[in-house]
């Protein structure tokens, strides 16, 4: 997209502008600029991932730009940065034809299929021997995008391949994809190129983690949250969303003028969108003389798959000739001069033999599936979870039924489907308990959530959950006390609550197998060790429903003792930060019941300090009243030892982005926070470097 030299030429453009703005000149006359400056930096962050200024120096570009354009609404270009999020909901997705049909490509799973597509290929064509390019075949949603006379003017989907959905509105709003390309400067007109919409696997997780706070399934794969997300109504949800376009193909091309074909090889083309500003696998495409040569790259390739930052599910061998491409032609269906490899399945069937029900560590009821192993993307699959009993009605599933059971990358097993075609009449409905498995406590739902609940905190199922989160590594962080050790303690008789994790029989636990008296001493070590945690990882070992570590810290940096809580009412626990009336009825429920105050008196009885010993130590450091909170992967520090710094130097950690927070510091891959973070003038969005300036020098 842009040389070496242009590239300086547009950093100087904004140091020019970052330097103006500072000083409060920045006019009419600079949106050109500006515009010219943003569109630059957002290639450089979202096709290159290799940023050149910071969130807040971009921000505020961003904003001046707004600014300019509110106050001269003439000089709006349908190309501007601040075009891309629409003013309203879509009502509908209007049909368009493509310029192109959409073909479906064929399918090989083996040599011998390769082998037979390149024979037939050079039997057509007459030669002996074929040029092939090489790419990921990207598993996303396919999309259909045209350009004239520079700017994007529609986006589709697949549809039946000739009609698809209008789907511009939402295309719009993926930064990736640029809402206007030089093609005149290569003397196209208008051009029609073929992609996938995308999610990243970390951006898939954060979602799913996102689902999972709200207590709802997870989706699938990334190709179904990509599919959902390019028909939602709101384009401002398809932007929170951080969908990446990769755009692989040109299905059709007008020259201006005189002018000659851009390209004459697939390869060409792949290196012409990328010069033009798109994602395209311009770094993974690879060119073969002979299919041997292919076959190789992709055995080698497939191994590697999980190493990409994205889900692929194959390769797609294209003849790289466009003039033999044209030569070989096409079916109804699929282009005779391109084929798809595709990679072992990561779906299995399988049937269901019988549900189990466990209890969390909260009181949660989860079904799990116990099915016949089926090998599912290298891992054999025999257990999968259910979620809850809203799930298994809208999936209708029954004992006895077959499943569709999908893993992809290191995404964990999922149902996808039922068989109700395939049933015998033998197959039965699954049915909810309505007692505790365990304890055989009557079951609870709250209304609005879809999981049952056992209440009863004294429940030995929830007991030994308790006793693995309480010394799990972000909790107290009692090393060698993991899963195995707990059930088996607990089988001894040892461990009965977390207080007896203070008070185990070493003499006995030495004459165990495995056991010896360094590894003893060890986790005597650990556990001892575990007594000088802070406040927060103990309130956050507690297991409370819905407290997580930042809002242990919240609660952490309110009082000087844990035990006051037991006179804390609902409401003025909800004037502390981001404790809402769900986290705050959670956490008064706990500090009022019987048996957790007298959990939390033992604990301190046995050493652990329920006093907060360093509210007051923090005081007077750099950072003292100031808010912060970490987003994305920072590129030194792990986030618990950013927000220790914080906390050292007299700063707290928000849980959320809201008006309270001071700063907020960006790493990769940032999410949600800092879209929300952009919006509010008063946070300061900072980078670690920055943030690592403003504390003390050693």
């Given at each position: 997209?842009?040389s070496?030299?242009?590239a300086?030429?547009?950093?100087?453009?904004?140091?020019?502008?970052?330097?103006?703005?500072g000083?409060?000149?920045?006019?009419?006359?600079?949106?050109?600029?500006?515009?010219e400056?943003?569109?630059?930096?957002?290639?450089?962050?979202?096709?290159?991932?290799?940023?050149?200024?910071?969130?807040?120096?971009?921000?505020?570009?961003?904003?001046?730009?707004e600014?300019?354009?509110?106050?001269?609404?003439?000089?709006?270009?349908?190309?501007?940065?601040?075009?891309?999020?629409?003013?309203g909901?879509?009502?509908?997705?209007?049909?368009?034809?493509?310029?192109v049909?959409?073909?479906?490509?064929?399918?090989?799973?083996?040599?011998?299929?390769?082998a037979d597509?390149?024979?037939?290929?050079?039997?057509?064509?007459?030669?002996?021997?074929?040029e092939y390019?090489?790419?990921?075949k990207?598993?996303?949603?396919?999309?259909s995008?045209v350009?004239?006379?520079?700017?994007?003017v529609?986006?589709a989907t697949?549809?039946?391949?000739?009609?698809?959905?209008?789907?511009?509105?939402?295309?719009?709003?993926?930064?990736s994809?640029?809402?206007?390309?030089?093609?005149?400067?290569?003397?196209?007109?208008?051009?029609?190129?073929?992609?996938?919409?995308?999610?990243?696997?970390?951006?898939?997780?954060?979602?799913?983690d996102?689902?999972?706070e709200?207590?709802?399934?997870?989706?699938?794969?990334?190709?179904?949250?990509?599919?959902?997300?390019?028909?939602?109504?709101?384009?401002?949800?398809?932007?929170?969303?951080?969908?990446?376009g990769?755009?692989?193909?040109?299905?059709?091309?007008?020259?201006?003028?005189?002018?000659?074909?851009?390209?004459?090889?697939?390869a060409?083309?792949?290196?012409?969108?990328w010069?033009?500003?798109?994602?395209?696998?311009?770094?993974?495409?690879?060119?073969?003389?002979?299919?041997?040569?292919?076959?190789?790259?992709?055995?080698d390739f497939?191994?590697?798959?999980?190493?990409?930052?994205?889900?692929?599910?194959?390769l797609?061998?294209?003849?790289?000739?466009?003039?033999?491409?044209d030569?070989?032609?096409?079916?109804?269906?699929?282009?005779?001069?391109?084929?798809?490899y595709?990679?072992?399945?990561?779906?299995?069937?399988?049937?269901?033999?019988?549900?189990?029900?466990?209890?969390?560590?909260?009181?949660?009821?989860?079904?799990?599936?116990?099915?016949?192993?089926v090998?599912?993307?290298?891992?054999?699959?025999?257990?999968?979870?259910?979620?809850?009993?809203?799930?298994?009605r809208?999936?209708?599933?029954?004992?006895?039924?077959q499943?569709?059971?999908?893993?992809?990358?290191d995404?964990?097993?999922?149902?996808?489907?039922?068989f109700?075609?395939?049933r015998?009449?033998?197959?039965k409905?699954?049915?909810?308990?309505?007692?505790?498995?365990?304890?055989?406590?009557?079951?609870?739902?709250?209304?609005?959530?879809?999981a049952?609940?056992?209440?009863?905190?004294?429940?030995?199922?929830?007991?030994?959950?308790?006793?693995?989160?309480?010394?799990?590594?972000?909790?107290?962080?009692?090393?060698?006390?993991?899963?195995?050790?707990?059930?088996?303690?607990h089988?001894?008789?040892?461990?009965?609550?977390?207080t007896?994790?203070?008070a185990?029989?070493?003499?006995?636990?030495e004459?165990?197998?495995?056991?010896?008296?360094?590894?003893?001493?060890?986790?005597?070590?650990?556990?001892?060790?575990?007594?000088?945690?802070?406040?927060?990882?103990?309130?956050?070992?507690?297991?409370?429903?819905?407290?997580?570590?930042?809002?242990?810290?919240t609660i952490?940096?309110k009082?000087?003792h844990?035990?006051?809580?037991?006179?804390?009412?609902?409401?003025?626990?909800?004037?502390?930060?981001?404790?809402?009336?769900?986290?705050?009825?959670?956490?008064?429920?706990?500090?009022?019941?019987?048996?957790?105050?007298?959990?939390?008196?033992?604990l301190?009885?046995?050493?652990?300090?329920?006093?907060?010993?360093?509210?007051?130590?923090?005081?007077?450091?750099?950072?003292?009243?100031?808010?912060?909170?970490?987003?994305?992967?920072?590129?030194?520090?792990k986030?618990?030892?950013?927000?220790?710094?914080?906390?050292?130097?007299?700063?707290?950690?928000?849980?959320?982005?809201?008006?309270?927070?001071?700063y907020?510091?960006?790493?990769?891959?940032a999410?949600?926070?800092?879209?929300?973070a952009?919006?509010?003038?008063s946070?300061k969005?900072?980078?670690?470097?920055?943030?690592?300036?403003?504390?003390?020098?050693k």
């Amino acid at each position: 997209m842009n040389s070496n030299e242009s590239a300086k030429k547009l950093q100087q453009k904004t140091a020019e502008l970052i330097k103006k703005q500072g000083s409060g000149k920045i006019t009419a006359a600079d949106i050109s600029n500006l515009r010219e400056v943003l569109q630059f930096h957002e290639y450089r962050y979202y096709v290159l991932n290799d940023p050149l200024v910071t969130d807040t120096e971009y921000d505020h570009l961003y904003k001046s730009l707004e600014k300019l354009e509110r106050e001269n609404p003439a000089l709006i270009t349908a190309d501007s940065p601040t075009q891309r999020v629409a003013g309203g909901l879509t009502k509908d997705f209007p049909q368009v034809q493509h310029l192109v049909p959409m073909l479906s490509l064929d399918n090989s799973y083996n040599a011998e299929d390769l082998a037979d597509f390149d024979r037939k290929a050079r039997e057509s064509a007459e030669v002996d021997s074929i040029e092939y390019c090489v790419e990921p075949k990207f598993d996303g949603a396919s999309i259909s995008l045209v350009y004239e006379d520079d700017m994007l003017v529609r986006g589709a989907t697949r549809g039946d391949g000739v009609k698809g959905d209008d789907i511009t509105n939402n295309i719009r709003q993926i930064r990736s994809i640029p809402l206007s390309a030089p093609l005149k400067a290569h003397g196209i007109r208008q051009l029609e190129i073929r992609g996938e919409i995308m999610l990243t696997k970390a951006n898939f997780k954060k979602y799913n983690d996102s689902l999972a706070e709200q207590n709802l399934p997870p989706l699938a794969n990334p190709r179904n949250a990509a599919a959902g997300t390019l028909r939602l109504k709101d384009p401002k949800q398809v932007a929170a969303r951080k969908l990446e376009g990769f755009l692989y193909h040109i299905s059709f091309v007008t020259t201006t003028g005189k002018h000659k074909e851009p390209f004459h090889t697939h390869a060409e083309s792949i290196s012409l969108l990328w010069e033009l500003g798109f994602k395209s696998p311009e770094h993974e495409k690879k060119v073969f003389k002979g299919i041997d040569k292919v076959i190789a790259f992709c055995h080698d390739f497939e191994a590697k798959r999980d190493d990409l930052p994205y889900e692929i599910d194959g390769l797609v061998i294209k003849v790289n000739d466009l003039a033999l491409q044209d030569k070989l032609g096409m079916t109804s269906h699929h282009p005779r001069w391109a084929i798809a490899y595709k990679f072992k399945a990561r779906q299995g069937t399988s049937h269901l033999r019988s549900v189990e029900f466990q209890v969390g560590r909260t009181g949660n009821i989860t079904p799990v599936a116990k099915i016949d192993p089926v090998p599912i993307g290298g891992v054999m699959v025999s257990s999968i979870s259910l979620h809850n009993e809203d799930f298994i009605r809208e999936k209708d599933i029954r004992l006895g039924d077959q499943l569709l059971v999908e893993r992809a990358g290191d995404v964990i097993p999922y149902v996808v489907k039922s068989f109700p075609e395939l049933r015998k009449g033998t197959e039965k409905k699954i049915k909810f308990p309505e007692t505790c498995p365990v304890c055989d406590h009557t079951l609870n739902k709250t209304e609005g959530e879809a999981a049952w609940r056992c209440n009863n905190y004294n429940c030995e199922a929830q007991v030994v959950q308790r006793m693995i989160h309480f010394a799990s590594k972000d909790a107290m962080e009692i090393t060698g006390m993991g899963e195995a050790i707990v059930n088996r303690f607990h089988e001894q008789g040892w461990l009965k609550n977390i207080t007896s994790l203070y008070a185990l029989p070493w003499n006995e636990i030495e004459t165990l197998e495995g056991f010896g008296k360094k590894s003893v001493e060890k986790l005597k070590e650990a556990i001892e060790k575990s007594k000088s945690q802070p406040l927060y990882r103990l309130i956050y070992g507690l297991g409370i429903r819905y407290v997580g570590e930042t809002t242990a810290k919240t609660i952490a940096q309110k009082i000087g003792h844990l035990l006051e809580l037991e006179n804390y009412s609902i409401e003025q626990l909800q004037e502390m930060e981001d404790v809402g009336p769900k986290v705050a009825g959670s956490i008064h429920e706990f500090f009022h019941d019987a048996d957790s105050i007298r959990i939390l008196k033992e604990l301190e009885v046995l050493g652990l300090p329920l006093k907060n010993e360093k509210k007051e130590l923090a005081s007077g450091g750099n950072l003292t009243g100031l808010s912060f909170l970490f987003t994305g992967t920072l590129p030194t520090l792990k986030r618990s030892a950013a927000e220790a710094m914080v906390e050292a130097n007299g700063g707290y950690i928000l849980g959320g982005v809201s008006a309270k927070l001071n700063y907020l510091v960006v790493g990769e891959d940032a999410g949600s926070k800092l879209e929300k973070a952009k919006k509010i003038n008063s946070v300061k969005i900072i980078s670690e470097a920055e943030f690592l300036a403003m504390l003390p020098s050693k």
